[in-house]
């Protein structure tokens, strides 16, 4: 069974960065696209940045220049370097991604930014 599972999240400080990890197990493939989203508490979930098979990458708007996205294909992981952290930018980040044709969420992993 495919699982994704997000870790690296946590409590820091306003300017301070985390990087989150997403790995896949459970499957001989490999990831294709994937994507990192987040949902602050009383708000919708909303795309933050996404990364191609072939390394394209896409933000949003609010994290741009802040935010990088990437990928270890070797180790079937997808990374979120997460710099200048704002309060705003505390919510649960959520991994999803493309593995043969089907989409998979990783469970979340909580990243708290204190002013």
């Known amino acids: 069974q495919v699982q994704l599972v997000e870790s690296g999240g946590g409590l820091v400080q306003a300017g301070g960065s985390l990087r989150l990890a997403c790995t896949a197990s459970g499957s001989i493939f490999g990831i294709n696209d994937a994507g990192w989203y987040r949902q602050a508490p009383g708000k919708q979930r909303e795309a933050v940045a996404s990364i191609s098979s072939g390394g394209s990458t896409n933000y949003a708007d609010p994290v741009k220049g802040r935010f990088t996205i990437s990928r270890d294909n070797a180790k079937n992981t997808v990374y979120l370097q997460m710099n200048s952290l704002i309060p705003e930018d505390t919510a649960v980040y959520y991994c999803?991604?493309?593995?043969?044709?089907?989409?998979?969420w990783g469970k979340g992993t909580l990243v708290t930014v204190s002013s």
């Open positions: 999803n991604a493309e593995i043969l044709r089907a989409r998979y």
